[in-house]
């Protein structure tokens, strides 16, 4: 056989094989409006679209299926990728799944219906802002910390996934403070902490308190970010 045709067949071989478990993979964004097509039964499985009734057996309340066609659709329940059951995995990068059945009775013989499987990747949007779990963080630094020390500044969260997660912070201090205090973000297995550095020496009794304001933003586009006071309490030395 030439090389031409056997990369031709095995291409047909594998557009014909689908996903590994041989079960129907549709893909959709979370959060679209009702009547989003998602997938049409009949017409992408080869299946037949008169005579019979397409039935959504499991799948509600976020899918409606049209009985003739077998049409997928969104429903007024939106598809919420951060409060579906089988999508809150701590590992944030796994792709979510819903899972749907579809039975397909043949209305001119009188058979027991057919039942098709599928599942819908649920794609993640940004539509939720990175959140500090206050709006006023207060960090405590002892009046002779030396220079370069770090100190950490609670993390901001947010629900999406991946690069639609916190990407990165910044920090933002009046003339007074800005000689005094540096941000550095660190990386840790994937995630972004934060750490305030001390780059000049603190006196109590000159100034006993700064506040600065920190920012966290996402790495989605369009871009969300959220801040907070991050307010820097000069203490006794220690
Ligand atoms: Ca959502
Ligand atoms: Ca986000
Ligand atoms: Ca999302």
Redesign the pocket.
């Known amino acids: 056989m030439e090389l031409n045709s056997r990369v031709i067949l095995l291409l047909v071989v594998l557009l014909h094989c689908g996903p590994a478990d041989g079960s129907i993979l549709y893909r959709v964004q979370e959060e679209q409006p009702p009547n989003t097509l998602i997938g049409s039964l009949a017409a992408d499985q080869g299946l037949p679209d008169s005579g019979h009734l397409y039935k959504l057996e499991v799948g509600a309340p976020y899918l409606r299926v049209d009985g003739n066609t077998g049409d997928i659709f969104t429903t007024e329940i939106p598809i919420d990728r951060e409060t579906l059951r089988d999508c809150r995995s701590p590992v944030k990068s796994k792709p979510c799944y819903l899972e749907f059945e579809v039975s397909v009775t043949d209305l001119l013989q009188n058979q027991s219906p057919r039942l098709i499987e599928g599942r819908i990747e649920v794609q993640d949007i ?5 959140q500090f779990p206050l709006s006023v963080l207060t960090i405590s630094v002892p009046e002779n910390t030396v220079m370069g020390a770090l100190f950490s500044i609670p993390v901001a969260t ?3 996934s991946e690069r ?3 990407a990165d912070y910044a920090l933002t201090a009046g003339p007074d403070a800005a000689t005094l205090f540096g941000l550095q973000v660190a990386d840790d297995r994937g995630g972004k902490l934060p750490q305030l550095i001390v780059l000049g020496n603190l006196d109590r009794e000159l100034k006993d308190s700064y506040d600065l304001t920190i920012k966290a933003v ?3 586009n369009p871009q ?1 970010y959220s801040q907070a006071l991050l307010r820097v309490v000069v203490t006794g030395r220690q």
């Open positions: 940004n539509d939720n802002t990175p947010d629900r999406d639609n997660g916190v996402d790495g989605g969300r």
